[in-house]
């Protein structure tokens, strides 16, 4: 099928509106700490925005699950997760110092399913599938929470919101000058942008939970451990990585290992730390 040429005055247009809209779109989050992140990001979309519909969310959640008494139902498990939860968050400010400050919440779920989230302002939510399931140590925890306040931090769910109106705002210009049906372009920039940038901001989370932990005195070198767990209890098993939103586990096992001596000396300082503070018998 052939498609009409779009008149140029319409491609002005669209090339003025797409300027602009990543223009004044681009910044950074995040401080670039000891990993050395240095990344700009799109933001077209209010972080206002973004966090009240997350805050609604998890008040939602956690309703739900304290009427099926599902919410904090193991108390050692509890106190546990906000412990290693809270120490993270006392480092938060290396990358953004206004995330000191957030609402944060810590809140276990019983659930079978191997998941942790913590949603955009400092929600977060550990299924007690993960931790039993994977029989994670406090290392293996610290890595797989530092991930997820990570994606918080770099306001990934604000950016891929910001994203896919960039990427709608380009389909529809290009659709309407060129007569190129729209699921052809969304398929595309799926393919082409999203994918992609999803695989980046998992391997970015990665990187600065495995920085967030080590400060807090986990050891860096364990978060690797958390993936070949994965690999293990999914039998090895696992799709293609290009038309994956996460990286490939031996990927993500060679990066995160990768990492360790740059955030090394940032744990041994935080273990000198410990011992000098604590208290004399």
């Known amino acids: 099928m052939a498609f009409e040429m779009a008149p140029r005055w319409l491609l002005r247009i669209g090339s003025a509106l797409l ?53 904090n139902t193991d108390a050692a498990m509890t106190q546990r997760v906000r412990r290693i939860g809270n120490d993270l968050i006392a480092h938060v400010g290396v990358f953004r110092p206004d995330a000191k400050n957030w609402a944060w919440e810590i809140n276990v779920f019983e659930s079978d399913a191997i998941n942790a989230f913590c949603a955009p302002g400092g929600k977060i939510g550990v299924y007690t599938g993960i931790v ?25 769910s604000r950016e891929q919101a910001s994203q896919k109106t960039l990427s709608s705002l380009i389909t529809s210009t290009v659709a309407a000058a060129t007569g190129m049906p729209g ?52 039998g090895g098993s696992q799709g293609s990585s290009f038309l994956s939103t996460h990286p490939a586990g031996a990927d993500r096992i060679a990066a995160l290992d990768a990492y360790v001596p740059k955030v090394m000396p940032l744990y041994q300082q935080a273990l000198s730390q410990r011992k000098t503070s604590m208290p004399r018998r």
């Open 19 to 71: 300027t602009a809209a990543v223009l004044q779109g681009c910044a950074s989050t995040t401080n670039s700490g000891a990993i050395g992140l240095q990344r700009s990001q799109l933001m077209l979309v209010s972080s206002d925005t973004i966090n009240a519909q997350a805050a609604k969310g998890f008040q939602q959640l956690t309703a739900d699950a304290q009427a099926k008494k599902k919410l």
């Open 132 to 156: 039993q399931k994977l029989k994670l140590t406090d290392d293996e925890l610290a890595a797989i929470m530092g991930h997820e306040i990570a994606h918080a931090l770099r306001e990934h």
């Open 183 to 234: 699921e052809i372009m969304d398929a595309g920039s799926q393919m082409l942008v999203h994918l992609p940038n999803s695989r980046a901001m998992e391997l970015e989370s990665d990187i600065i939970g495995l920085e967030l932990m080590a400060r807090a005195g986990y050891d860096p070198r364990n978060a690797s451990s958390v993936w070949k767990k994965m690999q293990q209890i999914s």
